[in-house]
């Protein structure tokens, strides 16, 4: 239905006088609001141009044209308006209606009813370019106030595409306005706020766009105000359900830094999570590569996750920062003991030493709480509350609902003042219900609120039952997507042959665009420029959850296509992480099509795990893929995988996970394939689980238990027969008997295993480097320093040739520890080979990502610089060691921390420190049972009791 015609329907049904202000229209637009009022009025029109009205009779219809927008003193009537004599219809665009409610919220509370007209200017989600355009047209024949309007939209978003040489061209023209209209002080600002724009680095087009209409945060704005200004706060959060206005609030709050020259900051950054997609859910690698970038660091790519979190630390202290990190939960753990706590362990160490030292602010985002932050003294926390009553109210008045102030508070009360539900409500009513309030009848009946979302879900079901087809279908193309839906995509989507139940609904080319401008004024999606289209994840969500239950062979024709469009558009062979992008959303459609298998082969195992193998600090990358095959990660796989593709599912789920150093998950999951190995009479499965759980659990520090795991596994080798599993069985279960002092009964095991390995040398040429480790270590505990040498020389001679990088660097780190032994026996003087050996062991594990084993190499180059006088590097590798075992909950590592750092207390003559981490220690060593160290222990207290 077109504007003129909703408006003669509205005309037709009233029963009184109507006020018709036509703002801002132009000669054809205006001509068009006329011809309606006279094709349906049995009451004359009284046509008023100008801003005078002296009087306004209830039996006519009196049409007021406003080309300019100084109506503030305008005489309409008030004393009829009040009398409700007049029914009051407002003719304008969306924005100069918005506009008009926010600098004129007493004459707009008047307004009954908006009809927009579908104007040749200034159309949601019209371009910079042509807002720009229309704007100068606009100074051209001295409109100032729909020219200021037009900028200002102009310069919000030009901001949020950080094209800032364009937004300082927006406010010279607004001070240029400013000084026509004789507002010098003004136009000072804007001038000031421009020379301030230009020395400030800026990327801010990543944070999603609010809701067109934004209300009842000024508590929140200033508390923001506060935070940027209040160097104790560094950290700064706003909690809330979904849809209660978060983005929105960041985004005002941040347009209006912008217009002040961004008030002091050196650099602003704004990430949105929602944007990335759930192939990234998980993980922050992508924002971490980016922002590494963008700061210029060298070699961004290097390093695992913890160390790329410290490096953008200290690149965000060297000048004032403004971060805005929106919409954190998909990296965050939804339930259970863990709930709230960041998965990512780079987001993890950044946010944590943000709030510890940042010069700025950094405002996230999340529906649920930071709970690594709590305590910390630079962090608030703010839960975003609904909005009041009031405010609910103007909201629904400024989408153009009327109605009474009791009856407008009351549907912001029934929907519980849920931001995003009141906008679809407002949409919803005026589109469909003549903006009364009144008739919300049709979509009552919500549900608890506390589910999050829910209240907005209601009305997107009432909306969903009066859109077209064409219409429902556009919002079911943007419901395939977990992020903004690109324009290759959809035309990809659209593309011949037409998807049954989908595509063929669409509108044409021709209508294609009305389509969306219809969709984007009942806030129902936001366009972008280039036709990329997005709505708010919870409309996304709804939509895709509707296609997939009323069409679900639509749902996965769609998902098909998109698997093959960006499995086709990905490169060959991506360099960097934001290159795996297009593979990354392969797996995402390809899973949801529920080509599983294809895609765990192909996308997954071919092309994601060999670059997040290679590209240093992607693991958590590619444990965000990992759970999409899992139907509750990490414990039960997508039951439609064969069971051979679930085990090496959870298998490599659980490796990635010991890399990342999140022990306690791992354990979980191994336990859990054990059990499922076990029911499948799976025995060589079930032992090399018990290998790997058996080793968590030890450095976890539960030696009971470990021992337990790896006895059976025993058992289950034998079972299986294989060579594989009996050698790595035996060595680990030699390992924990040698952790808990039990040398006696670990030798034999050892021995076992190597005659074994001997035995079956045609299947397995060399031990693996987790045995290789376990025997050597084991005699390095005997005296054999020299033996463990010849050994770890010949691997490493192999492993340059043949083996990975943790081969290579486990190699070093025996290697370096034997040199070290032989030295401090001073059988020769071997501290410098020891030192090559141990730095190279280092940085080898922390290339590899290998949280577990890391602190072994940190502990063993610390006690090296110790023994060589070298005291502060050592205290470095041991902080280092400790801030490692700590996230990862490595009892084990910790221990040896603590006994490091005893040793070293006494190196620096600090025997207060130094008997205090000897007391710790002994008592951490009878907690777990890690007797290996009871000669160290013994040997400390002869050291402490020495004069």
């Known amino acids: 239905m077109s504007p003129a015609d909703r408006l003669r329907g509205v005309l037709r049904r009233s029963s009184t006088g109507t006020l018709v202000l036509a703002i801002g229209s132009g000669a054809e637009n205006f001509r068009a609001c006329r011809d309606a009022c006279g094709a349906a009025a049995d009451h ?135 000084e026509a209209q004789g507002r010098s002080a003004e136009a000072a600002q804007w001038r000031t706020a421009s020379r301030r724009t230009e020395q400030v680095a800026v990327s801010t087009h990543r944070l999603l766009a609010g809701g067109p209409i934004f209300v009842g945060r000024d508590a929140e704005l200033a508390l923001l105000d506060a935070a940027w200004t209040n160097p104790d706060v560094r950290v700064q959060s706003l909690i809330a359900w979904g849809g209660a206005g978060k983005t929105a609030l960041m985004r005002r709050w941040l347009d209006t830094l912008a217009q002040a020259g961004y008030d002091g900051a050196d650099r602003v950054y704004a990430w949105s999570f929602y944007a990335q997609g759930s192939t990234q859910q998980g993980s922050a690698a992508l924002f971490i590569d980016q922002l590494l970038r963008w700061l210029g660091a060298e070699r961004p790519e290097e390093g695992d996750p913890w160390q790329k979190g410290e490096r953008l630390a200290k690149l965000l202290r060297g000048q004032r920062t403004l971060l805005l990190l929106d919409g954190v939960e998909p990296v965050q753990h939804p339930t259970g003991n863990l709930a709230g706590r960041l998965k ?54 400024q989408r153009g609902v009327r109605g009474d102030e009791a009856a407008l508070q009351a549907a912001a009360e029934a929907y519980l003042g849920h931001a995003l539900a009141l ?44 859109l077209t087809p064409s219409e429902r279908a556009l919002l079911g193309l943007v419901g395939l997507f977990d992020r903004a839906a690109d324009a290759e995509a959809l035309a990809a989507l659209r593309a011949p042959p037409a998807i049954p139940g989908l595509t063929d609904d669409l509108p044409d080319s021709a209508g294609w665009g009305a ?54 558009i990905a490169a060959a062979e991506p360099c960097t992480l934001d290159e795996t992008k297009p593979l990354f959303n392969a797996l995402f459609h390809g899973c949801a099509a529920g080509r599983y298998s294809e895609v765990l082969e192909n996308i997954f195992f071919d092309r994601i795990w060999p670059v997040t193998e290679t590209l240093p600090g992607a693991l958590a990358a590619r444990l965000a893929a990992l759970a999409l095959f899992f139907s509750n990660p990490w414990r039960i796989p997508e039951p439609s995988l064969a069971l051979p593709e679930q085990a090496s599912v959870m298998a490599e789920a659980g490796r990635t996970l010991r890399s990342l150093g999140k022990l306690s998950e791992a354990a979980e999951l191994m336990k859990a394939t054990i059990q499922r190995a076990g029911e499948q009479v799976d025995w060589r499965g079930a032992a090399a689980s018990a290998v790997t759980l058996s080793g968590l659990l030890l450095t976890l520090g539960d030696f009971n238990l470990a021992e337990d795991h790896a006895r059976r ?58 045995e290789g480790y376990q025997h050597g270590d084991f005699m390095l505990t005997l005296g054999h320093a020299a033996d463990v040498m010849r050994r770890a020389s010949e691997d490493l001679d192999w492993s340059t040739q043949h083996g990975s990088e943790l081969d290579i660097s486990v190699a070093h780190l025996l290697c370096g520890r034997a040199h070290l032994k032989l030295a401090e026996a001073r059988v020769e003087p071997r501290g410098a080979e020891a030192a090559h050996h141990l730095d190279l062991a280092v940085l080898g594990l922390r290339a590899t990502g290998r949280k577990d084993l890391q602190p072994l190499g940190l502990l063993a180059r610390a006690a090296l610089l110790r023994g060589a006088g070298r005291l502060p590097e050592a205290r470095r590798d041991l902080a280092e060691a400790r801030k490692v075992a700590e996230r990862g909950g490595m009892r084990l590592h910790l221990c040896d921390c603590t006994l490091e750092s005893a040793r070293l207390r006494l190196a620096e003559g600090d025997h207060a420190g130094a008997r205090a981490d ?21 040997a400390l207290a002869a050291a402490l009791a020495s004069p």
């Open 713 to 770: 596994g025993l058992k289950m080798s034998d079972l299986c027969g294989d060579i594989v599993q009996r050698v790595a069985v035996r060595c680990t279960l030699g390992d924990v008997l040698h952790q808990c002092g039990r040398l006696a009964p670990a030798g034999p095991l050892f021995a076992e295993a190597e005659s074994l390995w001997v035995e079956g040398r045609d299947v397995r040429r060399r031990l693996s480097r987790l």
């Open 344 to 397: 990512d362990p780079a987001l993890e160490v950044l946010l944590e030493s943000l709030v510890e030292d940042m010069d700025g602010l950094c405002v996230v985002s999340s529906r649920l709480p930071l709970t690594d932050l709590d305590g910390s003294v630079g962090y608030r926390a703010h839960d975003l509350t609904r909005l009041s009553a009031e405010a609910g109210a103007e909201l629904l008045r």
């Open 423 to 466: 906008q679809l409500l407002g949409g919803y009513l005026v589109a469909y219900e003549e903006g009364d309030v009144d008739r919300m009848v049709a979509v009552r009946g919500l549900l608890d609120a506390e589910s999050g979302g829910q209240h907005a879900r209601q009305v997107m079901r009432a909306h969903e039952h009066l």
């Open 918 to 938: 000897y007391l710790a220690a002994r008592a951490e060593v009878e907690a777990i049972g890690y007797h290996r160290r009871d000669p160290e222990l013994a």
């Open 44 to 178: 004359p029109i009284v046509p008023v141009e100008g801003p005078a009205l002296t009087h306004a009779n209830p039996g006519e219809v009196v049409l007021v044209r406003l080309s300019r927008l100084d109506f503030l003193p305008l005489n309409l009537g008030r004393s009829l308006l009040r009398e409700r004599r007049l029914r009051v219809v407002l003719w304008a665009s969306p924005l100069l209606a918005a506009y008009l409610a926010h600098e004129a919220p007493d004459l707009f509370s008047w307004i009954q009813l908006t009809v927009w007209w579908e104007p040749e200017t200034t159309p949601e989600g019209a371009s910079p370019h042509r807002l720009a355009a229309e704007a100068q047209a606009a100074i051209d024949r001295r409109d100032w106030d729909v020219a200021d309007t037009l900028l200002r939209r102009c310069l919000a978003l030009d901001t949020q595409a950080a094209d800032e040489r364009a937004a300082a061209a927006d406010r010279e023209a607004l001070a240029n306005i400013a």
């Open 515 to 568: 389509a969306v401008a219809r969709l984007v004024k009942l806030g129902l999606l936001t366009a972008a420029d280039g036709g990329d289209l997005d709505a708010h994840p919870l409309v996304r969500e709804f939509f895709g959850e509707r296609l997939r239950a009323l069409s679900p062979g639509a749902w996965i024709s769609a998902q098909q296509r998109l698997y093959h469009h960006y499995r086709q």
